[in-house]
C-alpha cells in the first residue's frame, strides 16, 4: 500500500515537472521570437570614407513606424533621412536612429545607435601632382571623332569617377572670389547650398519670402504648371527644409496628382522624378477631390521613355530638342545602374543623340541658334553620369562641353548667344552646369542628390567687416538720393531707361520661349 502511494506521488511529481518545464521552454521561446522582431540597425559599425557614403537601414522595421536619423557630430558625419551616412572630414562620430511604432495601443520608441569612423581619402594628394594643361594638345587631334557623328558605342558611364582632371577644366565657378562669396545674387538656391556658397542668413531670407509666397497664395503655386511644385521641392530639399510641411502646407502633395502633373508633357515628369529623388521622398496620397491616376516613380519613370523618340532624343513638340533630352538623362541618371534594363538602354540612346548634336565648338544649339541654357544642360547631364569630360563622345574639334560653356562667360555672367548681354537664366544654368560638374569631378553626390546636405559658405571677420562697411555706405548713399528725388520730381515728367536695363530687357525677350520651356 505505501509502494503504491510513493509510486503515485513520483508520477505527480515527474508530471508537474514536464508541464513546468514545457512551460518553462514555450515562454523562453516566445521571448526570443519577440526579441527578434523586435527593430535593430543593419550595421553597428560604420567606417567610410571623406566625401563618401553608406546607406544603413532598420531590420524588422514595424508597419507604419517612423524612423529619425541624428548625427552627434555633423561636422565628421551627416546622416540622411533615409539613413545615408556622408563622411566630412576624418574623425570619429556616432550616429542614432530614434524607431517610433505602435504595439497594440502602446506607443513602443527604440533608439539604435551606430559607430560611425571617417578615414581620408588616400589619393586626393595625388590628383593635385597632376601636369598643367601642357598634355591638352592630345585632345585637338579629336576631329578624327568628326567623320564619326554617330558613336557606335554609348559613352563609358561610371559611378566612381577617378578625381584626376586636367587644370583647364577647372570647375570652379569663375564668380567666386577668394572668401568664397558669390558676386551675383540672382543664383539660384540650388547652385549656392550645392556648391558650398551658401549662408544661414541667405536660408533664412529665401525661406521668409518663400513663406509669404506660398501664404499669399495659400499653397496653390499653380493650376497648370506643376513644375513650379517640383522646383520649390527641390530648392527645400538643398536646405534640408522639409516640404512636406512648409507654413503648414504640402508642397509634395500635388506631384502626386500624375494626370495634373503631364499637363505642361514630357517636362512635368522629368522634374517631378527629379523632386522626388532629391531627397528619397515617399510620394503623399493626392487630395480627396483628385479622381485621376496616382503618381508612382516607376509612372514617371516610364511616361519618360515612352515619349522618347526614334533618334533618341525627347522633345516638347516633334523634333528631338538637346536641353530637353539632357534633362531628361539627369531624372532617369537616379536609376541608371538599377534592376531596370530599360532605364539604361534609353539613357545610351540619348547619349548617342547628343554626341550627334555637339557643334565644333563643344557647345550646343536649340532651333539652330548656339545658346549657353542647352550647353549647360549637357554638361550636367554627364556630369550626373559622371562622364568624363574629355570622353570623345563628346569632344568635337578638340573642344569639349565645358570649353562650349564657357564661350557664354564673361565677367561673372553668362550670356544667352556668343558675345550677348547678360541674361538671368543663362548665368542660372551656366553656374549650376560648373557646380554639377565640379561635384562630378571631386566625387561628391550629384547635383540632385540632396542626401549629403548643405554645404556652407565660410566667411572669414574681414569679410565681415567689409560687408558692414558697405552696408553703412549703402544706406548713406540711398538718404542722399532720397533727397535728390525729391528735389528734381517736380521737373521731370517722363521716366527713362538705361542702357544696362534696356539690355537686359531685350535679352529676356529674345528667350522668352526657352524660359517658358524650361519652367
Same mark, same amino acid.
Given at each position: ?46 567606417? @567610410? +570614407?571623406?566625401?563618401?557614403?553608406? #546607406? $544603413? *537601414?532598420? =531590420?524588422? !522595421?514595424?508597419?507604419? &513606424? %517612423?524612423?529619425?536619423? /541624428? ?36 506607443? @513602443? +520608441?527604440?533608439?539604435?545607435?551606430? #559607430? $560611425? *569612423?571617417? =578615414?581620408? !581619402?588616400?589619393?586626393? &594628394? %595625388?590628383?593635385?601632382? /597632376? ?44 564668380? $567666386? ?343
Amino acid at each position: 500500500m505505501r509502494n503504491r502511494f510513493m509510486r503515485r506521488a513520483v508520477v505527480c511529481i515527474l508530471a508537474l515537472a514536464m508541464m513546468l518545464s514545457f512551460d518553462g521552454v514555450s515562454t523562453i521561446a516566445s521571448a526570443a521570437k519577440a526579441k527578434a522582431k523586435a527593430p535593430k540597425i543593419s550595421s553597428k559599425c560604420i567606417v @567610410v +570614407k571623406v566625401g563618401s557614403s553608406k #546607406k $544603413v *537601414t532598420i =531590420k524588422n !522595421k514595424p508597419k507604419k &513606424a %517612423k524612423v529619425t536619423w /541624428k548625427s552627434k557630430n555633423k561636422k565628421i558625419a551627416k546622416v540622411s533621412k533615409s539613413g545615408k551616412i556622408k563622411g566630412m572630414k576624418a574623425g570619429k562620430t556616432t550616429v542614432t536612429a530614434t524607431v517610433k511604432y505602435k504595439k497594440g495601443k502602446k506607443t @513602443v +520608441k527604440k533608439v539604435l545607435k551606430a #559607430k $560611425v *569612423t571617417v =578615414k581620408k !581619402k588616400k589619393a586626393a &594628394a %595625388k590628383a593635385t601632382k /597632376k601636369p598643367t594643361t601642357t598634355k591638352a594638345p592630345a585632345t585637338t587631334k579629336a576631329p578624327a571623332t568628326t567623320k564619326k557623328p554617330v558613336a557606335t558605342k554609348a559613352p563609358t558611364v561610371t559611378k566612381t569617377p577617378v578625381p584626376a582632371r586636367t587644370p583647364e577644366a577647372d570647375p570652379k565657378p569663375a564668380n $567666386v572670389v577668394a572668401d568664397g562669396e558669390v558676386s551675383d545674387s540672382n543664383l539660384t538656391t540650388e547652385h549656392k547650398s550645392r556648391y558650398g556658397a551658401v549662408t544661414k542668413d541667405y536660408i533664412s531670407k529665401y525661406k521668409e519670402n518663400l513663406l509669404k509666397e506660398v501664404k499669399a497664395k495659400d499653397g496653390v503655386l499653380s493650376t497648370r504648371k506643376y513644375t513650379e511644385y517640383s522646383r520649390v521641392v527641390i530648392a527645400l530639399a538643398s536646405i534640408d527644409e522639409n516640404p512636406t510641411n512648409f507654413g503648414g502646407y504640402n508642397l509634395l502633395k500635388p506631384l502626386a496628382e500624375f494626370d495634373n502633373v503631364n499637363k505642361q508633357g514630357i517636362n512635368g515628369s522629368i522634374y517631378a522624378l527629379i523632386a522626388i529623388h532629391s531627397s528619397n521622398y515617399k510620394i503623399p496620397k493626392p487630395d480627396k477631390n483628385y479622381t485621376g491616376e496616382v503618381t508612382t516613380v516607376k509612372k514617371l519613370i516610364e511616361y519618360i521613355i515612352k515619349n522618347q523618340n526614334s533618334d533618341g532624343g525627347w522633345s516638347m513638340a516633334d523634333k528631338s530638342e538637346c536641353d530637353i533630352t539632357a534633362m531628361a538623362v539627369q531624372a532617369l541618371s537616379f536609376y541608371y545602374t538599377g534592376s531596370d534594363k530599360s532605364v539604361k538602354k534609353s539613357v545610351d540612346k540619348a547619349l548617342k543623340f547628343l554626341s550627334r548634336q555637339q557643334n565644333n565648338d563643344g557647345g550646343y544649339s536649340a532651333e539652330g541658334i548656339s545658346n549657353c541654357e542647352s550647353t549647360a544642360q549637357v554638361l550636367m547631364a554627364i556630369s550626373a553620369l559622371n562622364i568624363n569630360i574629355e570622353d570623345s563622345h563628346f569632344v568635337k574639334n578638340g573642344n569639349t562641353v565645358l570649353n562650349g560653356l564657357l564661350d557664354y562667360y564673361s565677367n561673372g555672367k553668362f550670356s544667352h548667344t556668343k558675345n550677348g548681354g547678360y541674361n538671368h537664366m543663362a548665368t542660372e544654368q551656366g553656374f549650376c552646369a560648373l557646380t554639377a560638374y565640379y561635384r562630378s569631378l571631386t566625387i561628391m553626390n550629384g547635383f540632385y542628390d540632396m542626401a549629403d546636405g548643405i554645404s556652407y559658405q565660410k566667411v572669414s571677420k574681414k569679410v565681415l567687416e567689409k560687408k558692414k562697411t558697405a552696408a553703412s555706405k549703402t544706406k548713406t548713399t540711398k538718404t542722399v538720393k532720397k533727397t535728390t528725388k525729391k528735389s528734381t520730381k517736380k521737373n521731370t515728367s517722363k521716366s527713362t531707361v538705361s542702357d544696362k536695363d534696356k539690355e537686359e530687357t531685350t535679352s529676356v525677350k529674345n528667350n522668352k520661349n526657352c524660359t517658358e520651356k524650361k519652367q
